[in-house]
């Protein structure tokens, strides 16, 4: 009997998964580095598998955008869900969840979108789309803690204004006692 060298299974990949396998390189290297022949090589697959799942690149980046948004607005709704009363609560908790560095990645993903709308209309309508869902869930609890439409508003800007501008620095040497520095702040946007 002949020994054959083992063929390596093909992988098949669904449309989410070269989405995902999108979104990584995006973390990783930005819009511009999005390209069919890179993903594929990334996935180990050939280009010809892509076109399975999208039309073209545009299709691609559109999915992206879209996965992107729908789970931007999923996690704002559950993180300021809250029942009469505990609208403090949910504010301080949403505070708490975007404010904090533990997830770099998705730091990382959302600053390259970001970055990408500098450059893309339809990344600009979705960029727009989220801060628009993430302003009016902040402001609702706002309102829910009886201030004014004006205040609630300019509590749900500086809230995100807040929260996206501290991920983006490193103030470890800034003090000794950051989490007590961020509790004081936290607590100035939310009562």
């Not at 727009?128 to 009886?146: I, P």
Request: proline letters at 2%.
């Amino acid at each position: 009997m002949e020994n054959r060298p083992s063929k390596t299974p093909r992988v098949a990949l669904d449309r989410e998964a070269w989405i995902k396998g999108a979104i990584a390189i995006l973390a990783e290297h930005g819009a511009e580095r999005l390209r069919v022949e890179i993903l594929a090589k990334r996935l180990g697959v050939t280009k010809g598998s892509f076109y399975w799942h999208f039309k073209d690149r545009r299709d691609l980046l559109d999915a992206v955008l879209t996965f992107w948004k729908d789970g931007r607005i999923r996690d704002i709704r559950k993180q300021t869900q809250a029942e009469p009363g505990g609208e403090v609560a949910a504010l301080l908790h949403t505070i708490e969840v975007y404010a904090s560095a533990r997830n770099r990645k998705g730091i990382s993903i959302e600053a390259a979108v970001r970055d990408w709308a500098r450059r893309d209309a339809q990344a600009v309508a979705v960029v727009e789309e989220v801060d628009a869902e993430r302003l009016a869930c902040a402001c609702r609890l706002f309102l829910a803690c009886g201030l004014e439409s004006r205040e609630a508003q300019a509590r749900s800007v500086m809230l995100y204004a807040y929260v996206f501008g501290v991920s983006l620095m490193h103030c470890g040497s800034f003090t000794d006692d950051l989490a007590s520095l961020k509790s004081w702040i936290a607590e100035r946007i939310a009562r």
